[in-house]
């Protein structure tokens, strides 16, 4: 009898069923992907990447390394290659014409989302342990607006959190605005953020194994 096929270590299973939840709340159109942040990683940062990102934490170059190798295979599925997606002054990443996309890592793991421009105008994604968010956090980040009545009560906070931050993501490269958390507002109950800028964006979310939301202002339908 063929013994079973030993299970991936626990970190690497994480990463699997994040790149699944991902897939599956991802709209049309737009592409997902998640690498688990290994050692080395920030090796992936081409010269000009590893240039343009002034962080000198071996962390956080290495998260940055991770999210923009993931970047990279999505460009390559839509027919970019060899792409170096340098970051802006401002933080945001500069996408090849006609594209939008979003980056995010937390301490273990790294997310990208890619979509060309047309019924999606802009992306943003955000990703959080899947923990609830400590009260003082969550005392500055909710505004009066906001409404989470349908989510998981213990991570309604966090998912609250990441869908301000993918907004805030996905509306900067429209204006050039710096947005604070009062400035958006997040209905979770029928997935739809606006901002005190003028923009509206639809939201997913996926909360297992961690909280990653999705944030995207939609274009003119082509
Ligand atoms: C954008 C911001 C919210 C990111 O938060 P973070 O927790 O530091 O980091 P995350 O892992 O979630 O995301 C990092 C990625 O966001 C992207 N990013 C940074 N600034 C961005 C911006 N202005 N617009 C779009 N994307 C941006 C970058 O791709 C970055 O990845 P990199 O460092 O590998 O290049 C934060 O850097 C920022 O600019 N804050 C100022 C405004 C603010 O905090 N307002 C309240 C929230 S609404």
Known sequence: MTPPANPPPPELADETALAQALAAIAPNGVRTGCRLIREGDEAHLLPDEAHSIPARQPAMRRASGAARWIARLLLADIGVTDFALLRTPSGAPAWPGG????????????????????????????????????????????????????????????????????????????????????????????????????????????????????????????
Do not use: Q
């Open 99 to 222: 594209i939008t996309g979003s980056l995010a890592h937390d301490d273990d793991m790294a997310i990208a989302a890619v979509a060309e421009i047309g019924r999606i105008r802009s992306l943003g994604i955000d990703v959080e342990p899947a923990l609830p968010l400590p009260d003082d956090i969550f005392a500055l980040v909710a505004s009066p607006g906001d409404r989470t009545e349908t989510v998981d009560r213990h991570l309604a906070g966090r998912i609250l959190f990441a869908a301000k931050e993918a907004v805030y993501k996905a509306a900067y490269p429209l204006d050039r605005k710096v947005l604070g958390y009062e400035d958006i507002t997040v209905d979770l109950n029928t997935g739809r953020a606006t901002t005190t800028t003028g923009h509206s964006a639809g939201l997913v979310y996926c909360i297992a194994p961690r909280v990653v939301v999705l944030a995207f202002v939609d274009g003119d339908a082509r």
